[in-house]
């Protein structure tokens, strides 16, 4: 008797502290949402029931500050980092893994090697460099460094492991091309691993900040994550607009999230299998 | 023979031609950066110019007191951050996985909510949450959990306190899918077993699933502590530059003052980054020794 | 699959198709950056009205940077120039370093033909580097000590015996006796900027550098200050917050009854218009037991610059000798508007007769006529040597602060201490 009481009373504080977590979780989104409708004064203070001032803050997120223009930046620099990224990486990967030489693999040793060098050490150099190319200010900066992923080799090349060489070798005796082996039965068949690739450099491009925030001078170039963090030390803040923006960058990736969960984890997890 | 040799140099050709785009970007922008920094790091800038300073910049390094601290908070937010989230996420997996049967994937997906947001976004929101006159104090206040007003972003010991809070909303949710994986691939026989005997809820945690997942318990530590040692966005956004009076300054963002707002030193910065490396170094070696160094 | 394939279409879709909504820069386009919408940016929107008249084939474009300005324009140098505008707003105390760390990045206005006479020389002194003046110097920074007048009331006391010169130890009392009566604390304190002490500092005539460049912070002055400091935080009268905008929201808000500011800040009290009629300005206390303290200060100010890279630097240089530094009816009128239109006073002292200098302002407790108290108090501001690591001070300086006022300093030869140490290790000297 007094066992069964004793377990509902440990379920009840179980479940307490569920909820509790998932309160904790979701409320920073709630208030997100929330604080879009509110005057600036509002936002602060903490109100959390909805207002009336979302027109206005759009106005000012999209007249003062140009959200559009920062969104399709944003979105501009992750897609085509995105799209040369995964295809320049898995071709090194799979010619890594399946087109195995001594060479090669002294030259992924070294790579590997490199992978613990973390980005702080690296911008300063890179930003003498891309000043010398005339490159600051310009989204190729951004773009071009981020290509190349030596995590994303490694992953590919994990992934890769798992495909039968069998196939390729039956492929190459109908007469199939080396490229077309690639495009056409490596990648049908490997493509949640390039989804989660492509997820994981999308990711880290579309929430970058150090190295665009050094990169970056002007308006017209500015990303999201940039734009949120001039916005939030301007001298006047726009709180409501901020919260609209901060909004917009956070819904894409959601979206993605909810949608695509089991690429995405596999994505953000990267190499645990 | 001679046709399986050529045929062999063919395949080889295809190999680098694969590799060839990754390697020229590769050199361009990872090993001529690294080698470049051997050159930086022995120049004293001053403005447009630059003069040759030897080891003068390690010399300085030695010497400025403000790096050290920043370094310093780096350990302590992994001495305390990383074990508070850990366990967190470890009790959370724990019970979505054994603990309940309802609402279980529900769960899960609003525990990992934060991690969609971007580190610019969330320290955003932290930032104006605990504000003095913010959002947080006042519900701590309403509900008289506190008497006064924390200052959680002004204070040198609650801005820490700030910076811990936010690092464990943003990452324990991360590292509770880690955990679940583990677990999830831990045969459920063995706790049927378990049962058999009589062994309580409480002691298959203890003998049977902890030491199944000090793997990914380790990889997910060694991932955070990494995480912790390149701290920027946070201190630099959600308590302004590392404020206050340098109480969450961390060694990356230090680093960033150095060449960008404070003298435009990049020899400087470069000699404080051979540090970072050297720790990471460190942590690499110690994460091969204790993951056995097999490939994962 | 199908769902990525379709998500990457439409997201390239967007990225190739969705024009660039940037601005075109034309031929006759001169970029100018500013860092306050409300104030500095409001300013150059009037004066570009103004040269469009005459030149309406000039388009003036305004941009507004408001984290970091001077980070960004030295990383752009750093890249030879990249992405720089034509005109940049500086920091009076910020110039003297990319003057001399940077040398030849700005025209030299003199050269140009601007007549320096006519502005006020404590302006000058930090733009001029070997015979050569670079700046087209903007605003002043007429400082008072800000009161609200209804809580003063609450507090049983009456506003207009206070309009006058006081000292620290008067406007202590003063505010002992509004927190006991009403619970607010008198001043609102940014931890994450020097202005409080700079002010006092400088109400003194006294400077944190020495002639040769080298730090000077055991001043009798600096000393009194942050006595002064240490004693409002002990009675409970300083409110400190956590970054700019948290600390107009503090008093803008009525967290706090006053607080230390210059003139510049009208435009800010004025984006809250509830509070009208509530405002009243006094001078600045006087640092008592100081030779030299007087009852006024400077902080901040700022001025223009044209970058000698700029390709449009001839017209950009038209633009403002005829817009700032002109006797011509019109731009004599426009420092009349930004006047009261954002508390912008010039220190182009032909713009001195303008109406505006002996307006009432309605917004202000009983309509005062603060553009001619502060144009009144500016008088006697002595010109401030910066050098180039005045921000490595700065920062020193507002750290060591906060950690007097959490206690974790406990007296001023510590809090001196401790900015100097930390001066001395994040420049290397």
Redesign the interface.
Known sequence: MSSVRSRSFSRIF??I??LA??F???F??F??IV?TTLNP?D????I?VPGKEFGLNLEKATK?Y?L??FF?NS??IA??T??LGVL??A??A???E????KA?EK?FAI?LL?L???????V?????????F?????HLAII??S??S?FI?FFMR?NFKMFPTEIMEAARVDGAG?LRI?TRIVF?TM?ASF?SA?IYMFLGQ??S??WP???I?????KT??IA??????????E?GG?MII?CV??LP??I??????R?F?AG??G??? | MNKKGSYYRYLNRIGWLYVTPAMALYCVFMLYPILSSLYLVTRKWKGFSNTFYGIGNFIRMGQDSVFWKALGNNFLFMAIQIPIMVGLALILAVILNQGIRKFRGTLRVIYFLPCVTSLVAYSVLFRILMQTNGLFNNMMLNAHLIAQPIGWLNDPFWAKATIIIALTWRWTGYNMVFFLVGLQSIDTEIFEAAEVDGASKWRQLISITLPLLVPVLLFSMVTSTSGTMQLFDEPNILTNQGGPANATMSAALYIYRQAFVLNSDFGYATALSYVIVVISGIFAFIQIRLLGGKDK | MKRIVMGLMVALAIVVFVPGTMVAAGAKTVTVWYWDVNFNGYSMKQAAAVYNKTHPDVTIDIVEIPQGIDNKIEAGLQAGGSGLPDIALFQDFIIEKFVQNYPGIFVDLKAAGVDYSKFAQYKVGPMTDKGKIYGIPFDTGSTGFWLRTDFLKQAGLNPDNYQKNLTWKQITDLGVTVKAKTGKPLIAYDSTNIDFVRIMVQSAGAQFFKKDGSLDLRTPAMKQALTTLKDLNDKGLVYVTEGWNNWISAFNNGDTAGFLQALWIIGTLKSKPDNAGKWMVIPTPLLSGVPGAQNASNNGGSSWYVFSGSKNKDIAVDFLKSTWASTAPDALEFYNTILKGAGAMGTYLPSRNGSNYTAKDEFFYKNQAVYADFAKWMEKVPVMMYTPNYVAMTTAVQNANLLMLKGELKTVDDVIAHAEQEYKQTTGQ
């Open positions: 179980l479940w502290f569920l977590g998932a904790i979780s979701i920073p989104f208030w997100m604080g004064n936002v602060v203070r903490g959390i003062n140009n559009v223009l399709y979105l501009k897609v085509i995105v799209v320049v990486n071709l090194a799979f010619g890594f399946k087109y195995r030489s090669r030259i790579l490199t613990i060098i973390p980005q702080i050490a690296i300063i150099p890179l930003f003498r460099l891309v000043s010398y005339k490159l600051v200010n310009n071009l460094p290509v190349m030596v080799i994990q080396e690639f049908p493509k989804a492509g579309w929430n900040y150090l925030l050094m990169t001078l002007t308006d017209a170039k999201l994550p949120m963090s001039s916005m939030m030390y301007a001298y006047t803040v709180y901020l901060v960058s956070v990736v959601l993605l999230f909810l949608s695509m969960q690429q984890v953000l997890l190499s645990i299998k």
